[in-house]
């Protein structure tokens, strides 16, 4: 009995909370309110509430084709992998203190994880043959390199203080919430994460306005409707992990908070990060490739390294 | 790294109309860019050999829709000189203040298509609601808010009552403001600058080789405006400030259109303010007696000229059209040689193209 | 930052209080002016079928269908109109003008095309002995 009740409760927490049903209706959530916030700050209505999902379900119903010359197993094997692996993330990022999974190094896994759907969207772009794809795809491995030094160092830094590379024990662990011991480090989890998920002002790999839609010009159908969800998903996951390294989880601390109230808590911290990311790609023009290169060395890698050092020092 | 040809258009989400570059690049530098136009060729100056000039007024409102009003009004303009007939003050004033709001509006769509191809979609948004007001204003007016059909020969076929003036009065406020706001945004924004300053450096030198007109002239030091130099009542009895830049760029050009808005809001004012009374329109032969006549106006993006030649009947025997855009397309090879690849949709912003004006 | 971005800010916030400037059509309704130019209709006591406003037509939307004793149809072919409205300015007993209507679908052309003014044969007049 105690096996089965034991086999039931994690195939629960594998497959609806926090698992895999949990995080699609999240991204579909945040991808909705993405959109209507943007949407009101320029002026507009916005979608209504169910326009992801009907996304999603009219992609599911279009043709599935990719051109002469591509690699049509890659082409399949690479939307899958992304989605595969943040969700495999997702397993190990607590949501409002229950985690499916948790040990020592989990962080690490969690960002390598995280850092695999960038190498597939630069696949993708190689390997449907088309010029825009191909220059989306090496836009896209430029900007990689960009922003992923700095947004590493400075995920690096809660654990440095927390002194553990677990991630429900960094919550556990942080006196206060890590905003106001590391600023530095949330401002640059936060453009990393920008940069991370393509968006603007960082969305120089899928300009629009200059290679259609970059590497995955050439996709349409159920893989495009893969890649969305894993853009969704990667976002929900990415907002949560800052939530739990930067600002407590579900912890309070200056007004003592219920039991209860704990998991709204949460929720209202990882709306203020949507919030904040859609008004930065609100605020900014689309920078260009040279540009945020230089951003990304002259500027955020040093300050991410002067952040660690802080951070040594402070532990001692 | 090698090279590789990028096709930009004839589809593509960057262009409004279509046209054909096929840019070379390698890695993110343009080596050459070749163009190819005449996707939207149809053919007007042939069919408006076919056609009567009442007929013809309403041919030429379509070579594009953004300057609708400017080529009714040049047309109307060298066909009332072929017929020596004098247009009502009214008629003049009320075609004059639609060519301001014609201008206002273009460039608000100009700075939406600019922030667009920069990725500012903010800014395309606040400019084309701002660009609302002026459709409403052009649509209470005339019954169109795109093609406008205002003008007949002899004059103008709407007239503006008293209660209709302060109505439009009442929305230039909200538009005054509203657009203020906009372009002093504009004017300060870092990356919006960071991404046009220095690029597509169009010099004087070039500009009057190949000669271009328009904001795209006048941001590059040439002091060319057609309402100062070929006026035509009432811009002879207006002031009109002509608004110069001489560092040829991008930015430059952002700069002499989002000034020339400002002063297009004050001209309409005033024309608004000084209408005359009396009739709006003075009635037109069918027959246009033989004879060549010329009329040039300042359309939004230059000089639009028109020719005409009549042979004694009720169809032009030869209208011919110099747009402003077709000259400046001309430069873009040039403008696109060594710029960044992202710069490319920049630099076609910049030059304020219309195709459907340059191949009729 | 704040610095380099207060105008836009400023405009955000206002914006994000403010009014919506788009509308959920159709299911809001939109206000069209007065005057606006839609699809044409004609007053068949004023026709007179002189056949102005058809050679006047930009588009040759308009057609006269002449029958006998001083029968006529007109014609209108609303996929070639422009909603230019030269056919009004061009009548001389104000019969053809422009409403507000636009939205004129139908399923096949034929459908679409409109029978504006349909005027019967004039009665044989009676001679008197």
Same mark, same amino acid.
């Given at each position: 009995?105690?096996?089965?009740?034991?086999?039931?409760?994690?195939?629960?927490?594998?497959?609806?909370?926090?698992?895999?049903?949990?995080?699609?209706?999240?991204?579909?959530?945040?991808?909705?309110?993405?959109?209507?916030?943007?949407?009101?700050?320029?002026?507009?209505?916005?979608?209504?509430?169910?326009?992801?999902?009907?996304?999603?379900?009219?992609?599911?119903?279009?043709?599935?084709?990719?051109?002469?010359?591509?690699?049509?197993?890659?082409?399949?094997?690479?939307?899958?992998?992304?989605?595969?692996?943040?969700?495999?993330?997702?397993?190990?990022?607590?949501?409002?203190?229950?985690?499916?999974?948790?040990?020592?190094?989990?962080?690490?896994?969690?960002?390598?994880?995280?850092?695999?759907?960038?190498?597939?969207?630069?696949?993708?772009?190689?390997?449907?043959?088309?010029?825009?794809?191909?220059?989306?795809?090496?836009?896209?491995?430029?900007?990689?390199?960009?922003?992923?030094?700095?947004?590493?160092?400075?995920?690096?830094?809660?654990?440095?203080?927390?002194?553990?590379?677990?991630?429900?024990?960094?919550?556990?662990?942080?006196?206060?919430?890590?905003?106001?011991?590391?600023?530095?480090?949330?401002?640059?989890?936060?453009?990393?994460?920008?940069?991370?998920?393509?968006?603007?002002?960082?969305?120089?790999?899928?300009?629009?306005?200059?290679?259609?839609?970059?590497?995955?010009?050439?996709?349409?159908?159920?893989?495009?409707?893969?890649?969305?969800?894993?853009?969704?998903?990667?976002?929900?996951?990415?907002?949560?992990?800052?939530?739990?390294?930067?600002?407590?989880?579900?912890?309070?601390?200056?007004?003592?908070?219920?039991?209860?109230?704990?998991?709204?808590?949460?929720?209202?911290?990882?709306?203020?990060?949507?919030?904040?990311?859609?008004?930065?790609?609100?605020?900014?023009?689309?920078?260009?490739?040279?540009?945020?290169?230089?951003?990304?060395?002259?500027?955020?890698?040093?300050?991410?390294?002067?952040?660690?050092?802080?951070?040594?020092?402070?532990?001692? | 790294?090698?090279?590789?040809?990028?096709?930009?258009?004839?589809?593509?989400?960057?262009?409004?109309?279509?046209?054909?570059?096929?840019?070379?690049?390698? @890695?993110? =530098? !343009?080596?050459? *860019?070749?163009?190819?136009? &005449?996707? %939207?060729?149809?053919?007007?100056?042939?069919?408006?050999? +076919?056609?009567?000039?009442?007929?013809?007024?309403?041919?030429?409102?379509?070579?594009?829709?953004?300057?609708?009003?400017?080529?009714?009004?040049?047309?109307?303009?060298?066909?009332?000189?072929?017929?020596?007939?004098?247009?009502?003050?009214?008629?003049?004033?009320?075609?004059?203040?639609?060519?301001?709001?014609?201008?206002?509006?273009?460039?608000?769509?100009?700075?939406?298509?600019?922030?667009?191809?920069?990725?500012?979609?903010?800014?395309?948004?606040?400019?084309?609601?701002?660009?609302?007001?002026?459709?409403?204003?052009?649509?209470?007016?005339? @019954?169109? =808010? !795109?093609?406008? *059909?205002?003008?007949?020969? &002899?004059? %103008?076929?709407?007239?503006?009552?008293?209660?209709?003036? +302060?109505?439009?009065?009442?929305?230039?406020?909200?538009?005054?403001?509203?657009?203020?706001?906009?372009?002093?945004?504009?004017?300060?924004?870092?990356?919006?600058?960071?991404?046009?300053?220095?690029?597509?450096?169009?010099?004087?030198?070039?500009?009057?080789?190949?000669?271009?007109?328009?904001?795209?002239?006048?941001?590059?030091?040439?002091?060319?405006?057609?309402?100062?130099?070929?006026?035509?009542?009432?811009?002879?009895?207006?002031?009109?400030?002509?608004?110069?830049?001489?560092?040829?760029?991008?930015?430059?050009?952002?700069?002499?259109?989002?000034?020339?808005?400002?002063?297009?809001?004050?001209?309409?004012?005033?024309?608004?303010?000084?209408?005359?009374?009396?009739?709006?329109?003075?009635?037109?032969?069918?027959?246009?007696?033989?004879?060549?006549?010329?009329?040039?106006?300042?359309?939004?993006?230059?000089?639009?000229?028109?020719?005409?030649?009549?042979?004694?009947?009720?169809?032009?025997?030869?209208?011919?059209?110099?747009?402003?855009?077709?000259?400046?397309?001309?430069?873009?090879?040039?403008?696109?040689?060594?710029?960044?690849?992202?710069?490319?949709?920049?630099?076609?912003?910049?030059?304020?193209?219309?195709?459907?004006?340059?191949?009729? | 930052?704040?610095?380099?971005?207060?105008?836009?800010?400023?405009?955000?916030?206002?914006?994000?209080?403010?009014?919506?400037?788009?509308?959920?059509?159709?299911?809001?309704?939109?206000?069209?002016?007065?005057?606006?130019?839609?699809?044409?209709?004609?007053?068949?006591?004023?026709?007179?079928?002189?056949?102005?406003?058809?050679?006047?037509?930009?588009?040759?939307?308009?057609?006269?269908?002449?029958?006998?004793?001083?029968?006529?149809?007109?014609?209108?072919?609303?996929?070639?109109?422009?909603?230019?409205?030269?056919?009004?300015?061009?009548?001389?007993?104000?019969?053809?003008?422009?409403?507000?209507?636009?939205?004129?679908?139908?399923?096949?052309?034929?459908?679409?095309?409109?029978?504006?003014?349909?005027?019967?044969?004039?009665?044989?007049?009676?001679?008197?002995?």
């Amino acid at each position: 009995m105690m096996i089965v009740s034991e086999t039931l409760s994690a195939l629960f927490s594998v497959l609806v909370f926090p698992g895999l049903a949990f995080c699609v209706i999240c991204a579909l959530a945040f991808e909705w309110l993405d959109r209507v916030i943007i949407a009101r700050l320029q002026g507009r209505v916005g979608p209504p509430w169910y326009q992801p999902v009907a996304d999603l379900i009219k992609l599911l119903a279009k043709e599935d084709i990719l051109p002469t010359g591509a690699s049509h197993t890659v082409g399949a094997v690479l939307p899958l992998l992304s989605l595969a692996s943040v969700l495999t993330a997702a397993l190990y990022v607590p949501v409002a203190g229950h985690v499916v999974s948790s040990f020592e190094g989990d962080l690490i896994v969690v960002l390598f994880l995280l850092s695999l759907p960038a190498l597939a969207y630069f696949m993708a772009g190689w390997v449907s043959v088309g010029v825009y794809s191909v220059v989306g795809g090496s836009r896209s491995l430029l900007q990689y390199f960009s922003y992923e030094v700095p947004f590493l160092m400075a995920l690096a830094t809660p654990a440095i203080l927390a002194d553990s590379w677990r991630i429900s024990a960094i919550v556990a662990r942080q006196p206060t919430w890590g905003v106001f011991t590391m600023p530095l480090g949330f401002l640059l989890a936060v453009v990393g994460l920008i940069g991370k998920l393509k968006r603007d002002p960082f969305d120089i790999p899928k300009a629009a306005s200059e290679v259609v839609a970059g590497p995955l010009t050439e996709y349409s159908g159920r893989k495009l409707a893969l890649w969305h969800l894993t853009v969704d998903v990667q976002t929900v996951v990415g907002i949560m992990l800052l939530v739990n390294l930067f600002l407590g989880g579900d912890t309070s601390t200056f007004v003592p908070v219920a039991g209860w109230a704990a998991p709204l808590l949460f929720a209202a911290k990882a709306l203020g990060i949507l919030a904040a990311l859609a008004l930065a790609s609100v605020l900014y023009a689309r920078l260009r490739i040279d540009q945020l290169a230089q951003l990304g060395w002259r500027v955020l890698a040093p300050l991410a390294l002067a952040q660690i050092l802080v951070a040594l020092w402070m532990v001692g | 790294m090698d090279r590789m040809t990028i096709p930009i258009g004839p589809q593509h989400p960057l262009l409004k109309e279509p046209m054909s570059f096929n840019v070379t690049v390698e @890695g993110e =530098r !343009v080596l050459e *860019a070749t163009m190819r136009l &005449g996707y %939207v060729h149809r053919g007007i100056e042939k069919l408006a050999e +076919r056609r009567t000039y009442i007929q013809v007024v309403h041919l030429v409102e379509r070579i594009c829709g953004i300057c609708s009003h400017v080529h009714t009004t040049t047309f109307c303009d060298a066909v009332e000189s072929l017929l020596g007939l004098e247009v009502p003050r009214r008629a003049q004033y009320i075609r004059a203040l639609l060519c301001e709001l014609e201008r206002v509006h273009s460039h608000l769509l100009w700075l939406g298509v600019l922030a667009k191809n920069v990725g500012f979609d903010t800014v395309f948004m606040y400019s084309w609601r701002d660009r609302e007001i002026v459709l409403d204003i052009m649509e209470g007016l005339s @019954g169109g =808010r !795109v093609s406008h *059909a205002v003008n007949m020969i &002899g004059g %103008v076929r709407i007239d503006l009552d008293d209660e209709h003036v +302060r109505g439009i009065l009442e929305r230039f406020d909200t538009l005054e403001r509203q657009v203020d706001r906009a372009l002093v945004l504009v004017e300060h924004e870092r990356t919006l600058r960071a991404r046009t300053q220095g690029v597509g450096v169009l010099t004087p030198e070039d500009v009057r080789r190949y000669c271009v007109v328009g904001p795209t002239a006048r941001a590059s030091g040439v002091d060319v405006d057609m309402r100062r130099d070929a006026p035509r009542p009432p811009y002879d009895e207006l002031d009109v400030n002509v608004i110069l830049h001489d560092a040829g760029d991008v930015w430059a050009r952002t700069l002499v259109r989002t000034q020339e808005t400002r002063e297009s809001l004050r001209l309409c004012r005033n024309l608004l303010a000084n209408l005359p009374e009396g009739p709006t329109a003075a009635r037109a032969r069918r027959r246009v007696p033989a004879g060549e006549a010329v009329a040039r106006s300042e359309a939004p993006r230059g000089e639009v000229f028109y020719y005409v030649r009549s042979d004694g009947s009720d169809t032009p025997a030869r209208l011919k059209v110099r747009t402003p855009t077709l000259p400046t397309l001309a430069t873009l090879p040039g403008q696109l040689d060594g710029v960044a690849f992202a710069d490319v949709p920049v630099v076609l912003a910049g030059v304020d193209l219309c195709i459907a004006c340059a191949d009729r | 930052m704040a610095r380099y971005s207060s105008p836009l800010l400023a405009e955000l916030l206002r914006t994000l209080f403010g009014k919506r400037i788009t509308v959920r059509y159709p299911y809001a309704p939109v206000e069209l002016p007065e005057g606006y130019r839609g699809l044409v209709v004609a007053d068949p006591d004023l026709c007179r079928g002189c056949g102005l406003c058809v050679r006047d037509c930009p588009a040759d939307a308009l057609e006269l269908v002449k029958g006998e004793n001083g029968a006529f149809q007109l014609i209108l072919h609303p996929e070639r109109c422009a909603y230019c409205g030269q056919c009004e300015m061009s009548c001389h007993f104000g019969s053809i003008r422009l409403t507000s209507a636009f939205k004129p679908g139908a399923a096949t052309k034929e459908e679409l095309t409109t029978v504006l003014v349909d005027h019967p044969a004039d009665e044989p007049v009676e001679e008197d002995a």
